[in-house]
C-alpha cells in the first residue's frame, strides 16, 4: 500500500515511516506568525525561556491591520519590533514596500517551499502547499511553545483526494471551483484531513490559482491542502528558495484516501458563497440581480497579478457604479500591476486602490459595512460580521464576477460582460 | 481541573458556530483574556446576551463544527475566563479543538448532542467518565477527547505546563 503526501512529508521529517492516524512530534522548518507575533510574544515570555529555539526559523510579517488603524494596533506592532530586535528576527516584514498579506509574502519571497513542515499563526497557513509544503494553522498557545522548544506534534491525518480535470469555460477560475467543491462536501467536509489536488486541470493551473485552492483548504475543515510540486514550482522558486532543506515529495499512485472526487471543470460555472457560510453555494445565475453597495478585491485568496487581471479585463474602459476597494496582496503584485497598466484601468473604471495588506477583510479598516449594506469580495469568508457589522452580508466570488457585478451595482454574470 | 463533575444549564447553538460568532474579529486586538468574555457570542443572532446573562458552571452545547475559521485563541478565552466549564459539541473545527486542549479547556466531542437538550436544560457532566446527562429529561449521552496524548496535556492543565513538565526529560 503506498503512502499519502502528508504521511511521506511527515514521514520524512520524523525520520521513520509513518501511517495516518499516528501522533507524531516535528521540528516545524518555518514558523510564520502576522501581528498576532505580539500576543504570542508575551505567551512564550511566560514560558521562562529566554530565547527562541531558533530566530531563522521565525518569519513575522505585518498584514492585518497596517499602518495601524489604532493605537491599539500600533502598541501591538511595536512589541512585535522590540521582539525582533531582543530575538535577532532577520525575517521580519515591517510596514515597507517589501512585504503584503503574509501568505502572498511567504509564498513570493520563497519560503513555501516543497516537502517543508511549516505552521503558521493563521488558519489560511494552509495556502502554501501550492507550493508542495504541508502547512497549517496553529493558535497563539501552541505557536509561543513551538518558539520555545522547536517541536509540534501533529496527528498524521486522513486524505482526501480531489481530482480535477478539463479546462475552465470563459468568465471561470479558480475561485468558482473552490466555492463549488466547499458547497458539495460543506464546511467540515474534510475536518482534520490532509487534502490533495490531482489532475491534468491543477497541472495546467498557475501557481496563483492553486494558492486560491489551498487557501481555501480550512474553509472545508482541513488540516492542510496541497498540489503536485512540478516543473512550475521549482521554476519559480529557483533562487527564491529561502531554505535548502526542501524536497519535492507527492503521495504514491496507490495511496489509501478516506474520500476521493472528481471534477471536470467543463461543469464549473461562475459561482458565489451567499451570506453567511462559505458553503452556501449558488451559481450566480441564481443570484444575478442581488443589490450590492460595495466590491472587494484583494486578499490572500485572490489579490494577485492574474486576479488584478482578470477584473481590468472586465472593466477596461468601463465605470463601476458601486464603491469598489482593490488591494493587491503585495507591493510586489502592486508593482508589476502598475508596470502592466492595470492600475490605471483599475483606476480609470473607477476603483479606489488601498496598500497590500488584509485591509476590511476581517473588518480592520480600509472598508467596513453599514447596517443593511452587502459586499461582493474575492475573499475566503463571509461569516456574519466578518467585514465589521453584523448586520451587512457578503458574497464570495472570484475577481471576474466581483468586477462584473460592480459594473451594474448589482451581482452580475461575468459571462455577460466579457467579450 | 479542577472538580470533574459539573452542573450547570444548557446553552445551545447550532452546527457551524465560526470563530466569529464566538467572538468577533472587531475585538481582536484586545490581548487580556480576561477582558475577552464581555464580548463571547455578541454576534449570535438569539444569543447577543450570553455575556450578561451567563452564569458561572453554565454549558455551551453545539451541533457540528463548531469553532470554524480563525485560528484565533480569543474563541476559547472568552469561554474559558468567562466561568463556562466545558463545550460540548457533536464535533470541533481542527484548531478550535487544538487550541482548546492546549489551554487545558475541556472540550468533549459528543455525537448526537444537540438533539438531546434545549436552552436551559440543566445538565450535569462528567469530565473523568465522559458522561453527560440531561438532568431534566433523564437522557445519558457520552463524550470523549481524542487522544491519549490530548488527555495527557489536558491532565497538566495545557500545552505550556505540559512542556515546562517534560522540559530536559528527552
Not at chain 1, 245 to 267: P, Q, T
Not at chain 2, 42 to 48: A, I, M, S
Request: hydrophobic letters at 40%.
Amino acid at each position: 500500500m503506498g503512502k499519502t503526501f502528508a504521511e511521506k512529508v511527515l514521514g520524512k521529517a520524523t525520520g521513520n515511516e509513518v501511517s495516518a492516524g499516528q501522533i507524531v512530534t516535528v521540528e516545524p522548518h518555518f514558523c510564520m506568525s502576522h501581528d498576532n507575533a505580539a500576543p504570542i510574544s508575551k505567551i512564550f515570555r511566560d514560558i521562562g525561556v529566554n530565547k527562541v529555539w531558533d530566530s531563522s526559523k521565525l518569519v513575522f510579517i505585518l498584514d492585518h491591520a497596517i499602518p495601524a488603524p489604532t493605537d491599539k494596533h500600533a502598541q501591538n506592532h511595536k512589541v512585535i519590533r522590540e521582539f525582533v530586535k531582543d530575538q535577532g528576527i532577520e525575517h521580519f516584514y515591517d510596514i515597507m514596500s517589501n512585504g503584503g498579506v503574509c501568505h502572498q509574502v511567504m509564498c513570493e519571497k520563497g519560503y513555501a517551499l516543497p516537502g517543508l513542515v511549516m505552521v503558521g499563526s493563521d488558519s489560511h497557513t494552509c495556502t502554501y502547499g501550492a507550493f508542495g509544503a504541508f502547512s497549517t494553522g496553529i493558535g497563539r498557545t501552541e505557536m509561543a511553545a513551538t518558539w520555545a522548544t522547536g517541536k509540534i506534534w501533529f496527528k498524521v491525518p486522513d486524505s482526501m483526494k480531489i481530482s480535477v480535470n478539463g479546462t475552465f469555460s470563459r468568465g471561470v477560475s479558480a475561485k468558482d471551483l473552490i466555492l463549488r467543491i466547499m458547497g458539495d462536501i460543506q464546511s467540515d467536509g474534510a475536518d482534520y484531513m490532509s487534502v490533495e489536488f490531482h489532475g491534468k486541470a491543477i497541472a495546467d493551473m498557475s501557481l496563483g490559482s492553486r494558492m486560491t485552492l489551498c487557501n481555501l483548504g480550512i474553509e472545508m475543515g482541513a488540516k492542510n491542502a496541497v498540489c503536485p510540486p512540478d516543473d512550475k514550482v521549482l521554476n519559480f522558486i529557483k533562487d527564491k528558495a529561502k531554505s535548502d532543506k526542501w524536497e519535492s515529495i507527492w503521495a504514491d499512485e496507490d495511496a489509501c484516501y478516506e474520500k476521493a472526487l472528481e471534477y471536470d471543470l467543463a461543469n464549473i460555472e461562475p459561482g458565489v458563497a451567499k451570506p453567511h457560510t462559505v458553503d452556501n453555494y449558488s451559481p450566480v445565475t441564481e443570484v444575478k440581480g442581488t443589490s450590492i453597495d460595495q466590491a472587494f478585491i484583494g486578499t490572500c485568496t485572490n489579490g494577485r497579478l492574474q486576479d488584478l487581471e482578470e477584473a481590468a479585463k472586465v472593466l477596461s474602459g468601463k465605470r463601476v457604479a458601486v464603491r469598489t476597494i482593490v488591494i493587491p496582496a503585495s507591493w510586489e503584485i502592486y508593482r508589476k500591476a502598475m508596470s502592466k497598466g492595470v492600475i490605471d484601468i483599475l483606476l480609470d473604471a473607477g476603483c479606489v486602490l488601498a496598500n497590500p495588506g488584509c485591509g476590511p477583510c476581517m473588518g480592520n479598516h480600509e472598508g467596513i459595512l453599514a447596517p443593511g449594506e452587502t459586499c461582493i469580495s474575492t475573499a475566503n469568508r463571509n461569516f456574519k460580521g466578518r467585514m465589521g457589522n453584523k448586520e451587512s452580508f457578503i458574497y464570495l466570488a472570484s475577481p471576474a464576477t466581483v468586477a462584473a457585478s460592480a459594473l451594474k451595482g448589482e451581482i452580475a454574470d461575468p459571462r455577460e460582460v466579457l467579450v | 481541573m479542577g472538580s470533574s463533575i459539573i452542573k450547570g444549564r444548557a446553552w445551545v447553538f447550532g452546527d457551524d458556530v465560526d470563530t466569529d460568532l464566538i467572538y468577533h474579529n472587531k475585538y481582536l486586538a484586545v490581548t487580556d483574556p480576561a477582558e475577552m468574555p464581555q464580548y463571547a457570542f455578541e454576534y449570535y443572532p438569539g444569543k447577543e446576551n450570553f455575556a450578561r446573562e451567563v452564569q458561572n458552571g453554565d454549558v455551551v452545547v453545539a451541533g457540528t463544527n463548531f469553532g470554524c475559521g480563525s485560528s484565533r485563541e480569543h474563541a476559547v478565552y472568552c469561554l474559558k475566563e468567562g466561568g463556562i466549564p466545558v463545550v460540548l459539541a457533536e464535533s470541533f473545527s481542527r484548531i478550535y479543538y487544538r487550541n482548546a486542549v492546549n489551554n487545558g479547556y475541556p472540550v468533549l466531542v459528543a455525537p448526537g448532542i444537540s438533539s438531546k437538550f434545549k436552552d436551559g436544560d440543566e445538565i450535569e457532566v462528567n469530565l473523568d467518565t465522559g458522561e453527560i446527562t440531561n438532568l431534566k429529561s433523564g437522557e445519558k449521552i457520552h463524550g470523549d477527547a481524542v487522544t491519549d496524548l490530548e488527555k495527557e496535556i489536558m491532565a497538566h492543565g495545557g500545552l505550556l505546563q505540559y512542556i515546562k513538565a517534560h522540559a530536559g526529560k528527552e
